[in-house]
């Protein structure tokens, strides 16, 4: 699938698309493609630096509070990932952010976007419970109010996980097709035998669900984006291509262009920084299909599961630290670095860098005087 822009409008071209009915004429791709595209929900390069109270420390430790709050709650994973969504956007939105109220952004996020999510919501008490009651239920509701206009009620984002869900669909129905149909002429025949909603209808549509390989892949893709969604740098990329990227890196013989449109060149730049993400998670001891107790085995795709941790996280910018010097100078990765115990060898080193680099100068002047 080709997409090309033409002035403001996103034209989604079907010459490419996968010989499968329902994922050419269907809407529901183009449009998830144009909302993920839409400059509305995108966030501007260091936004926290409108915020400087706020440290990039602060959104990962809130981001993995929020995983570990909608396990408790059995929330579906969609709905961590709308909150963090409305996070960022509302950070790009606005400015000064008291420390103090960062807690109840988060914790009202995650209340407005169980709302649009969960067939049946925590209570608003929940919430304030779960803050330990430092949000009040009053103090939520004004958020509620404060959130939605810096959002513009703009409150309907495509995820990363959406992405994932669709690709292995694809995937899986692409499968199923040429399994099903092995000559060009029985294709052409149930193309013209089937109609959208018959084949959405279909068992086709659901059985992925139950797939061994579905729920190994998306397991893994999805602790990935969990932890790459503490990074700041996570909302800087397009979710269709954060998805592919981490679908990807556990399946190196997946046919990306031919199931998502996406290019090598398209996935270079978010697969480089995805890697050590999904490096330490490779390393880790703890097994990357662990899941909660309480969440049933076909069911580990929807709910959303706390299988990370900020020294997973603290991990990922230690493998990442030769390339920290490059980037210094951004305010964000400045906050970051300050909180980790390697930090400290780093700025010294560029500290004493810069110093010999004015003395040289300085000797230079002198000579030439």
Known sequence: ???TKHSSLIIVNKENSID????????????????????????????LDSHPLITTKMRSVLFDWLIEVSEVYQLHRETYHLSIAYIDQYLCNTNNLPKNKFQLLGITSLFVAAKIEEIYPPRL???????????SEED???MELDLMNALNWYINPITSISWVLIYLQVEYDMKSFLNNNNNRSLRKKRRLSLSNSEILRSSILTNVHRSTDFLQIFSLAARLLDLCSLDIEY???????????????????????????LTD???????Q??????????????????RSSSVPIDEIYSIQIHNISMDLFVNVYEKRSEFVSSIMNNRPFRDLLNHFSWSSTLLKQQQNDEEEQQQQQINDVIIIV
């Not at 990807?248 to 449109?261: A, D, E, F, M």
């Not at 490096?279 to 001891?285: D, K």
């Open 125 to 135: 008490s929940d919430f304030s419970y779960v803050t330990d009651n430092t949000c």
């Open 20 to 47: 499968i009915p329902w994922y050419q004429s269907h809407q529901l791709w183009s449009n998830m493609m144009i909302k993920t595209l839409d400059k509305t929900y995108k966030c501007h390069l260091n936004f």
């Open 1 to 3: 699938m080709v997409l």
């Open 235 to 261: 909302s800087q990329y397009s979710k269709h291509i954060l998805a592919a990227s981490s679908i990807l890196l556990y399946k190196s013989n997946w046919p990306v262009q031919q199931i998502t449109g």
């Open 265 to 271: 060149d398209d996935l270079s730049m978010c697969q």
């Open 140 to 142: 939520i509701l004004d």
């Open 273 to 290: 920084w995805m890697k050590p993400f999904y490096e330490v998670l490779s390393e880790s001891l703890s097994n990357s299909s662990n």
